[in-house]
């Protein structure tokens, strides 16, 4: 792969927000050229054509480094550049940009206009490790219950819905004789108690929002060297239907069912050995630890201040 003069490389997944991703490559193009700086746009149709492409990039020494897409585009992208001397853009045209909106960075025009101002910071990022002493690295929320059920979904049936809707359809579908899950979450090497409850969800979050919006974690910070831990309690049909206009209206998920811890690190056990997901990508079974990793990666943000972040 010959980088040949460009500035950064662009990797696109064609398909994220419905075919969105692909049918604005030409806009963003054309807005890089706007502002003088020179790109090169690679398009990826399957995970591992994506994965091959960036060890490619890396390998050969490129140093800015562009995802365009959504929250999962970036996750790969990132996964990929741990470690690397490298810097992060992120263009969000994908079904959910909640790492974008807690960057600060609202829609495609903006996030050209950061990487292309070159404005750096270091940010936090997630990482599960799981029994088998498998790990995976995700960028925004995760957790057990009804948002990993709901993932299922999300990656089928309600694929091409738009942002927070896909994730409300997907969560209202799996919601159908959902009996909850028994969570426990541990805080081991802390003086804060266990958090044990039957729960709707049971989440592990480093950006205020998930799921295209939705705000379990308003105080969040990017920047903190620590994740903000939510279970919300196992609600009736007829509460959930209650909070989705407002979910809808707002992400806000103001409700006393909801209990927030902040730490660095966590294990989440589950009687059911539930499945853990990570930016919508179910990552293996629980119990996990979930530990942040304080300032990990590099990445460009706009001259205004982050959401979350000051």
């Not at 054309?30 to 700086?37: I, L, P, T, Y």
């Not at 929250?71 to 940009?97: F, K, M, Y």
């Not at 959902?178 to 804060?192: A, L, M, Q, T």
């Not at 620590?226 to 103001?254: K, Q, Y």
Request: hydrophobic share 45%.
């Amino acid at each position: 792969m010959k980088i040949e003069g460009a500035k950064a490389i662009v990797f696109v997944n064609p398909c994220a927000g419905g075919g969105k991703a692909g049918r604005r490559i030409a806009d963003a193009r054309a807005e890089f050229a706007r502002h003088n700086f020179e790109v090169r746009f690679i398009e990826a149709m399957s995970t591992e054509e994506f994965r091959t492409k960036v060890r490619a990039a890396v390998a050969e020494g490129c140093k800015t480094l562009v995802a365009m897409g959504g929250d999962g585009t970036l996750q790969l992208l990132v996964r990929e550049t741990i470690g690397h001397d490298a810097s992060i853009g992120v263009i969000p045209v994908g079904g959910g940009n909640d790492f974008a909106a807690a960057l600060g960075i609202r829609n495609w025009k903006q996030a050209v206009l950061a990487i292309a101002e070159g404005k750096t910071d270091l940010v936090d990022i997630a990482r599960a490790t799981f029994v088998d002493g498998e790990k995976a690295e995700y960028l925004g929320g995760g957790g057990v219950g009804l948002d990993a059920e709901a993932a299922r979904y999300a990656s089928g049936k309600f694929l091409k819905w738009p942002g927070r809707l896909r994730y409300l359809a997907s969560a209202i579908a799996a919601l159908r004789a959902y009996p909850g899950v028994h969570v426990e979450i541990e805080f081991r090497g802390s003086d804060r108690p266990a958090l044990l409850r039957r729960a709707l969800l049971a989440a592990a979050l480093n950006t205020p929002s998930y799921g295209g919006g939705v705000r379990l974690a308003p105080e969040a910070r990017l920047d903190d060297g620590a994740l903000d831990f939510v279970i919300i309690e196992m609600l009736s049909g007829l509460e959930v239907a209650r909070l989705i206009p407002r979910l809808l209206l707002t992400g806000e998920f103001g409700t006393r069912h909801v209990t927030r811890v902040r730490a660095a690190k966590a294990i989440f056990s589950t009687e059911e050995g539930s499945m853990f997901h990570g930016d919508g990508e179910l990552l293996g079974n629980a119990p996990v630890q979930i530990e942040v990793l304080p300032k990990a990666i590099r990445v460009f943000v706009p001259e205004n201040l982050r959401e979350g972040n000051g």
